[in-house]
């Protein structure tokens, strides 16, 4: 949850008021797990999880994918996601949103340890987890860790687990009226927020999460977090942080997420210098070692509703399409949200009830989308190579290189032709079409129609 683009809407649609109403209990599975006892292992544990460095993520919300907003919605289009050549599956809250003082957010949630049943039952979450799984793909969902609904029953069992003010009010998260702020100084609260997480790896044998907020909970409590779910040794889980802090890495995030490279991408198309994109390279790695990397997307839950789809916001299919052969090719690994491979051009507004993704309109970019997934899929210089930047003000122009292997990756980011001037290090140079098969010289300078790529191996 981007807590910039959603504030607003909380703020205009909630009352001020702190006070809590009696709590139902939440909808609750059968086999949810007791303070004392883990969730016996459910299914096999998935042996296929990718490395870090090679993973595709799909993110999916719920709400908008399918007519029926559900899970089953998801289940059904399993072999679409797999045909796209993605291999982590992004799912947002599945759990029961609260509602009290509600705006019907995913996001503010009445129960950490259940399926909300808009989004169908546990049985369903599995079946879902078994056929992503089937189809070699893992599955990672969305933890929201800063904050619980108001009917939550945490807010009368237990509430010194929020922040709370000198007259022991609790009070809401900054910027948002519609959930209450967990205590982090809290160890009990610490100690529950983790069981539950590493519950839901037995529970429903998914392989990782996506932490909401990453940034605003101490680092210590994601030390103390990620070294418990890492101890879960069947299971080798994925950790995506929606955070920019350094210290995301050392935590033991496998990714942070690339805003920077996003913010930079519409100036870019706009007309500022494509070289923005290397000072992204610069400042959103800092810290990163080994396999961990940067998510980059052309847009996802958040920005898509505030800023609209890529393809509208960019200014067309062409735009949207070289950007995204930078997002897949040049540093990070890619992150596709639901509907961009169709160019689905209707923003997914808040709370994502509006709208339902017309799959099939755009054929020919759900195709771009398979070939260029294919060929990163395919490229091990691509997914682990070292960069070599060779950008200038109008094109992305970069390559990766490992052992004997070496791609070219030119991008004109501009509507008009560009004539590229090659660095003398590439000048005379013989490459093959990684698409279309054809040889290919490089001499002292490549012409580029708009928004036209090249992609070139050796």
Request: charged share 10%; net charge negative; glycine share 6%.
């Amino acid at each position: 949850m981007n807590f910039l683009s959603l504030a607003l809407l909380v703020l205009l649609s909630c009352s001020k008021s702190h006070s809590v109403a009696p709590v139902t209990p939440p909808p609750s599975d059968t086999t949810v797990a007791t303070s004392n006892t883990l969730p016996a292992q459910y299914g096999t544990p998935f042996t296929g999880v990718p490395d870090p460095r090679d993973v595709t993520i799909y993110q999916v919300n719920m709400r908008a994918f399918s007519n029926t907003h559900d899970l089953q919605g998801v289940i059904n289009r399993l072999d679409s996601i797999k045909a796209l050549g993605v291999n982590v599956i992004y799912l947002m809250p599945v759990y029961p949103v609260g509602v009290y003082k509600s705006i019907n957010s995913p996001y503010c949630i009445r129960s950490l340890d259940s399926v909300g049943t808009e989004f169908g039952t546990l049985t369903d979450l599995r079946n879902l987890v078994d056929g992503a799984h089937s189809r070699n793909m893992a599955v990672i969902l969305d933890w929201v860790v800063n904050q619980t609904s108001w009917d939550h029953p945490w807010i009368t069992q237990h509430p010194n687990w929020y922040v709370q003010n000198a007259s022991g009010v609790i009070q809401a998260l900054p910027g948002y009226t519609d959930v209450a702020a967990l205590n982090f100084a809290n160890d009990s609260m610490r100690s529950a927020m983790i069981f539950a997480m590493k519950s839901w790896v037995y529970r429903a044998n998914i392989d990782g999460f996506r932490c909401d907020y990453a940034d605003n909970p101490p680092i210590d409590f994601w030390q103390q977090t990620i070294d418990t779910l890492r101890n879960i040794s069947s299971h080798q889980l994925l950790l995506l942080a929606e955070g920019t802090r350094s210290a995301n890495y050392g935590a033991g995030f496998d990714y942070n997420f690339g805003f920077t490279f996003y913010g930079n991408l519409l100036p870019i198309i706009q007309g500022s210098s494509v070289t923005l994109i290397d000072n992204a390279n610069t400042s959103e790695f800092v810290g990163a070692t080994g396999t961990q990397a940067i998510v980059r997307y052309l847009t996802n839950h958040d920005v898509d509703g505030s800023d609209g789809a890529p393809v509208t916001r960019l200014g067309g299919i062409p735009a949207a399409n070289a950007a995204f052969v930078v997002v897949a090719y040049m540093k990070g690994v890619p992150f596709v949200y639901n509907g961009t491979e169709e160019a689905f051009p209707t923003a997914i507004v808040f709370p994502f009830t509006t709208v339902t993704i017309n799959w099939g309109i755009n054929p020919g970019v759900t195709a771009f989308y398979k070939q260029v997934i294919a060929f990163r899929d395919s490229s091990v210089a691509i997914r682990r190579g070292t960069l070599v930047s060779y950008d200038n003000n109008d094109v992305c122009a970069f390559t990766r290189t490992t052992g004997d292997s070496s791609v070219l990756v030119l991008v004109n980011m501009r509507d008009t032709t560009i004539s590229y001037p090659v660095p003398a290090a590439l000048q005379n140079t013989s490459w093959t079409d990684a698409f279309a098969g054809t040889a290919v010289t490089v001499g002292t300078q490549v012409s580029l129609t708009p928004y036209q790529y090249m992609v070139l191996t050796h």
